[in-house]
């Protein structure tokens, strides 16, 4: 067995000091002692060992690093014994596109914190001998491989330096000519089958690119059916089967809008409070017509369109509308299915938030419903008192829908007619003027 010495281990900086010695069993194998000697603790005199970490990168093993040291000062033999080594830099060039750069991991002007050794085992003689080596840390950097902008920018002639002087500095005459110059270079081409291959290359590209362009009237097409307006057949040979009840509301919601307590009350002639002017002055005419079912029930689709208006609140972003809670409309709407107020507030909100473009299809429906009701030709009046709008808002949501305004006179009261007529109306798509 090996036994511990009591010796006071010397310096390390001392190469010939031992630290410990072990004795080898005398019955073991010559040729193979199981028991290690620490011979010597050797001082590297050229280039050290090196334990490398490489975090986050994965070199390759036919990296050459070179090494460099860093000089001491002339005044190095004066220092004191506690002064820290000189400092080691290894660095590989090797890689097509990376630089390796390996620096010591110590702090700033200090020893390092940990020291490393390394062994050499001699598996004859059975001793160990320990070489001191540095810690070192890889890092990576991309090589440079771009030329800078100046090297790639072509030098200027003396006639394009002369030019940008004359922009810059000429009078107007100089600069007009300048143009004229620039102009005739452009259009100098020559005839169609003077044109190079790079000509009809690019020819060819701007073809297949503007194959498939729009036109202006699948253009102008597109811009119609985003319009915040309802469904219409515009190809309709009537008027009336241009805004269909069935197409716009829905069939099944149609059907199920109760209106036998308003025929009844009719025929008894007892009132109907309704919270609409523009309802309240046709009840009555409505609901005397027989025939006229279908127009009674878009009156009270209408109706509830009107209620659920009244009972939003302004929103948390500008320009929005919050609609109110289901039991606050039914109070106000009456005996109305929860079908009708779901396909409602579908129709017009998002989340129960209304929007510009809600808001608008929600004042267009109501014109549409308002000339149904009206055989085609509304007095806005009403309509605008229960939507609360200014006269030119109203009569803009009329021409949305393809009306025409006009004016009725009599005595001192000026009445606002929207006529719905083929061919229909719609305000043309502003074009933004091109700058001169």
Known sequence: MAKDTTKKRKSLD?????????????????????????????????????????????????????????????????????????????????????????????????????????????????????????????????????????????????????????QAFGTKKAKKAIRAVTENAITSGGAPGSMGSGDLALMDSIKGTTENMATREQLDAAIEQARPVPRGNYEAEEIQDVYIPAQIIGAEVLKSIPVLDWQEKVKAQEAISVPSRFVANRISRVAHNENALERLRVMRYLLTVLVFWATTRPGRDRGTRAIGRRDQLKSVAGAVPDLVMENIRRKFSDNGVMRKTHIDLLMTHCCVFASIIDNFEVNTLDLREDLKLEQKQIAQYFMEIGARMTQSKKGDKIDHIARLALPLQFPKVRQARQRK
Do not use: W
């Not at 020893?111 to 840390?137: A, N, W, Y």
């Open 14 to 166: 001392d190469g010939t000091s031992q630290l410990t010695k072990k004795k080898s069993d005398s019955n073991s194998n010559a040729s193979r002692p199981h028991c290690l000697e620490i011979s010597k603790l050797l001082k590297p005199q050229v280039t050290p060992p090196v334990v490398a970490v490489t975090p986050g990168l994965a070199i390759t093993k036919e990296a050459e690093f070179h090494p460099y040291d860093k000089v001491d000062a002339p005044t190095a033999k004066k220092r004191k014994k506690n002064a820290p080594p000189s400092e080691m830099l290894l660095h590989s060039s090797s890689h097509r596109s990376l630089d390796y750069t390996a620096q010591e991991d110590r702090p700033n002007g200090s020893r390092p914190l940990v020291r490393h050794f390394l062994g050499v085992f001699d598996p004859k003689t059975g001793k160990v001998e320990i070489v001191e080596s540095r810690k070192m840390v890889v890092r990576g950097t991309v090589r440079s491989q771009k030329p800078s902008d100046d090297a790639m920018k072509p030098k200027k002639t003396a006639f394009e330096m002369r030019t940008e002087l004359g």
